[in-house]
């Protein structure tokens, strides 16, 4: 970080890029991006009332108001406004009144407690000016020296601020659907699939993050076939983006009695999980059915009609949960695992991608697609997207540090 005091311009490097600037009548710019917008008088007088955008504190909001309408917000207690939703950059995030919980105001809790800090050199670097007109030359200079320091502290807190308000991508905390299906491999990719379910079960509480159950598709010999998950927290999409994909384990199966090494596969699929704010589906474009569910649970299956399938009649997509005893909550997972199909399936149209992307994750579930490799015998978990091996698979498979670890890796 650089800071050059008492020039016309403050700059300061908060990451690799852009550079942002701030310049002595408070307004941060990026470098580059010429002269702000003048204001238009012609705008109508709520225009000032609004919340302001991230894009408007780029291109000329006043730092110093930007701030202030942060503590207000902040004070306030307010739900989630756009504001809120820029700083954040949580698309899909649902917006109540009252509601303060979530990533964006954990988020935003993140930045006060540092404006916070600023508001007292601030007022430390007001009580020092005085000093400075005082007869003493020597306390003079030393009023000099602590006006700069307190100036190179304040700079340091504003790159602070920017960094977390400025740096997140678009759809970092979007709740994810998590789909895994064994691949190759008979029961032994089953029960790497149950392994690796769990995995991200414990990851998920690790991180504090919601895990609920959408599907659960178990085999015989206590492996997974298929399961599904909805996972929701702070930076959830970002740090799981990187997760879809073939899963390769190279071990010697419970099932086998010889000690053989076997080399067997499981996919993963990360979907975005919007919610209702984001996508618009009409109850007349869905066909809702109701069947008795099966397999295990006792004296509770085949009895009532619990199991919904829903169908989005447009466009063709299918969905459908049994999982709990009450119909209606299987209605209501069906709509989220719908909804979350529907919203990828729009994403990609707005892309104009000619591929699906869960089928690009997923591939043809063969041994060569791999981008990790659990090696059993070696100890070592492998990824082959960077190159990166780490040991003790048991603790990898615990879902806490060495995993995070790994994925962190990924991300940055």
């Known amino acids: 970080m650089l800071v050059s005091a008492g020039r016309s311009v403050l700059w300061c490097r908060c990451w690799s890029a852009p550079v942002w600037r701030w310049r002595k009548d408070g307004f941060l710019y990026r470098s580059g991006m010429g002269r702000r917008p003048r204001s238009n008088p012609a705008a109508p007088a709520s225009e000032s009332r609004r919340s302001p955008t991230l894009e408007a504190v780029m291109t000329g909001e006043p730092w110093a108001n930007y701030l202030s309408r942060l503590e207000k917000w902040w004070a306030g207690g307010g739900g989630p406004t756009s504001m809120e939703a820029e700083v954040c950059s949580v698309q899909g995030q649902r917006s109540h009144s009252g509601d303060t919980s979530g990533p964006a105001k954990r988020e935003l809790g993140r930045v006060i407690p540092i404006i916070q800090e600023l508001r007292s050199k601030q007022r430390e670097l007001e009580e020092l000016q005085p000093l400075l007109r005082d007869e003493s030359e020597g306390l003079k ?15 340091q807190l504003n790159c ?25 491999g008979g029961q032994e990719a089953m029960l790497f699939t149950a392994d690796m379910f769990e995995m991200y079960q414990r990851y998920a509480s690790f991180k504090n993050w919601s895990f609920d159950v959408l599907e659960y598709c178990p085999s015989d010999l206590g492996g997974l076939r298929h399961a599904t998950a909805s996972i929701g927290g702070l930076q959830a999409y970002k740090l799981l983006a990187f997760e879809g994909g073939v899963h390769r384990v190279q071990r010697v199966p419970k099932t086998e009695k010889q000690g053989r090494l076997h080399t067997s596969t499981m996919t993963i699929a990360i979907l975005p999980q919007p919610s209702e704010i984001n996508l618009i589906i009409n109850s007349k474009d869905l066909r809702i059915e109701t069947k008795r569910a099966s397999g295990a649970g006792g004296q509770h299956v085949n009895t009532t009609d619990s199991a919904v399938r829903i169908v989005h009649i447009p466009t063709g997509v299918v969905a459908e949960c049994q999982q709990e005893r009450s119909q209606l909550k299987n209605r209501e997972k069906a709509m989220q695992i719908l909804r979350a199909q529907l919203y990828s399936m729009k994403m990609e149209e707005e892309t104009n991608k000619r591929y699906n992307a869960r089928k690009i994750q997923i591939g043809t579930r063969a041994r060569s697609e791999k981008i990790r490799t659990f090696n059993f015998p070696q100890d070592r978990v492998t990824d082959h997207r960077i190159g990166k091996t780490l040991h003790n698979i048991e603790g990898f498979m615990f879902g806490n540090e060495l995993l995070d670890e790994l994925i962190l890796s990924l991300c940055y």
Do not use: K
């Open 141 to 155: 200079a030393l009023a000099h020296t602590e006006i700069n320091l307190c100036q190179g502290v304040i700079n």
């Open 160 to 184: 602070q601020i920017a960094s977390i308000v400025l740096q997140r991508g678009e759809a970092d905390d979007i709740d994810v659907v998590m789909e895994l299906t064994a691949g190759v």
